[in-house]
C-alpha cells in the first residue's frame, strides 16, 4: 500500500493557493486597465460627436438699451478707438448702397435725415431697424426758410421730426443744424444760432456738430481726398465725429475703403446718442 507523504501535500496546496491569487490579481489589473480604456474611449467619441459640448455659461440676450444709453457693441472695444461715423442730408439713392456696405461690417452710424427726396423715406426705417441712430437735419434744407426766425426753425424741426415717427415710430433727440451751429449762412438773422442753441438746450434736446470733416460737401469730389481725410481724422482727434454725406456717391465709395480699414486697425463704429462725447463749434451768430 502505497504511503502519502503529508510534508509534500502541504506544500503542493501552498503553491496551488499562492498561484491562485497571483492569478486573481492579473485578473483584476486587466479587468481595471480594460474599464480604464473603455471609459477614454467613450469620452473620445462623445467629445468628437458634440466638440462644443463642454462646460458652458449659458449666454443671455442683452437687455434693451434705456433712451440715452450708449449702446454695446457686439464685440468688446476699445472706448479709445470708437468712431462717430454720421451722414447728412439723405436718405436718397446712395443711401441703400451705403446700409448694405454697414451691414456687411456691422458697423453703426447715425444719420441726420431730410425730406429732400421725400420718395427714399422709407429708407429711415431700414436704417433705424438696422441699429442706426435716425436724428433730425431738416425738413426743407432751406437756410434762408428756416433760420428766418426761430418760429420757422423749430416749425420745420417739428415736420421732419414726425416724418421719421412715421418711418421709426419713433422720436428722436439728438439733431444738427443744417450748416451747423457755427454756420455763416444764418449770418443774414443776426443772433439766430445763439437763440437757437439756447431753446434747444431747453426742449432737452441735443445737438452735434463735428470734429472731422471728410469735405465731401463741397471741396472735393474725389473719393481718395475723403478716404485720406477720415483716416487722418480718426487718427488725430479723440472721440472723432466725421461728416459726411449719404447722397454723394464719391463718400460712399470711400466708405467701401475707410470702414474696413477702421475696423483692420482696432476702431469701433458706434451710433450717436445723447451721452455721446459732443463736438460742439463755436456760435459764432
Known amino acids: 500500500m502505497a504511503t502519502i507523504d503529508v510534508e509534500t501535500v502541504g506544500t503542493t496546496r501552498s ?4 498561484k491562485i491569487i497571483q492569478l486573481t490579481l492579473i485578473f483584476l489589473a486587466v479587468f481595471s486597465v480594460s474599464c480604464l480604456i473603455s471609459f477614454a474611449g467613450g469620452r473620445y467619441r ?7 459640448q463642454q ?16 449702446p454695446a457693441a457686439s464685440q468688446p472695444y476699445d472706448p479709445e ?16 448702397q451705403l446700409l448694405d456696405l454697414l451691414k456687411k461690417y456691422d458697423a453703426k452710424v447715425t444719420f441726420f435725415t431730410t425730406s429732400t427726396y421725400p420718395e427714399y423715406a422709407e429708407l429711415m426705417k ?3 431697424e ?16 428756416i433760420y428766418a426766425s426761430s418760429s420757422a426753425y423749430w416749425s420745420d424741426f417739428e415736420a421732419q421730426q414726425k416724418v421719421i415717427e412715421e418711418q421709426t415710430g419713433k422720436k428722436t433727440t439728438i439733431f444738427r443744424f443744417p450748416g451747423g451751429s457755427s454756420n455763416g449762412v444764418s449770418n443774414f438773422n443776426p443772433g439766430i444760432m445763439t437763440t437757437l442753441s439756447q431753446q434747444a438746450k431747453a426742449k432737452g434736446l441735443s445737438y452735434f456738430d463735428w470734429n472731422v470733416a471728410s469735405a465731401d ?27 459726411c454725406h449719404d447722397v454723394k456717391d464719391y463718400t460712399v465709395k470711400a466708405m467701401e475703403t475707410f470702414i474696413p480699414w477702421a475696423i483692420e486697425n482696432g476702431y469701433t463704429f ?5 451721452d455721446s462725447p459732443n463736438a460742439h463749434h463755436k456760435v459764432n451768430n
Open 15 to 18: 503553491q496551488i493557493f499562492k
Open 46 to 52: 462623445l467629445s468628437k460627436q458634440n466638440p462644443k
Open 55 to 70: 462646460v458652458t455659461v449659458t449666454e443671455e440676450a442683452p437687455a434693451p438699451t434705456e433712451e440715452g444709453e450708449q
Open 81 to 96: 478707438k470708437v468712431i462717430y461715423l454720421t451722414f447728412d442730408d439723405g436718405p436718397w439713392k446712395y443711401t441703400e
Open 126 to 128: 431700414r436704417e433705424d
Open 130 to 145: 438696422e441699429g442706426h441712430t435716425v436724428a433730425v437735419h431738416s425738413y426743407s434744407h432751406d437756410y434762408k426758410k
Open 217 to 243: 460737401a463741397g471741396a472735393t469730389t474725389e473719393a481718395d481726398v475723403v478716404l485720406q481725410n477720415c483716416k487722418t481724422g480718426v487718427q488725430n482727434i479723440k472721440d472723432p465725429v466725421i461728416l
Open 270 to 274: 458706434l451710433p450717436l446718442t445723447p
